[in-house]
């Protein structure tokens, strides 16, 4: 599955990190991705990868709270 968001599809870039000397070192910029349990239009719960702003922007359909075996 990878680093990738699963609505926006944002993977990781590259870029370099620039130290005082201005030496340039490649780096990786990770999205801020979290896993979360997605309810699909079927009824079907996933749990999936989304980047935070597709989180935000309300892409995710959380499912009901789950039922406590007590």
Known sequence: M???CHF???KPQS???VSHSNI???R???PNLQQVRHQ???GEVLTISVCTRCLR???VVKP???????
Request: contains cysteine; glycine residues 14%; positive net charge.
């Open 24 to 26: 340039k070192t490649n």
């Open 15 to 17: 870029g370099h990190l």
């Open 64 to 70: 009901a709270a789950r039922k406590s075996v007590a």
């Open 2 to 4: 990878g680093k990738e």
């Open 40 to 42: 699909l239009a079927s």
């Open 28 to 30: 990786r910029f990770n």
């Open 8 to 10: 926006c599809g944002k």
């Open 57 to 59: 922007s309300g892409l």
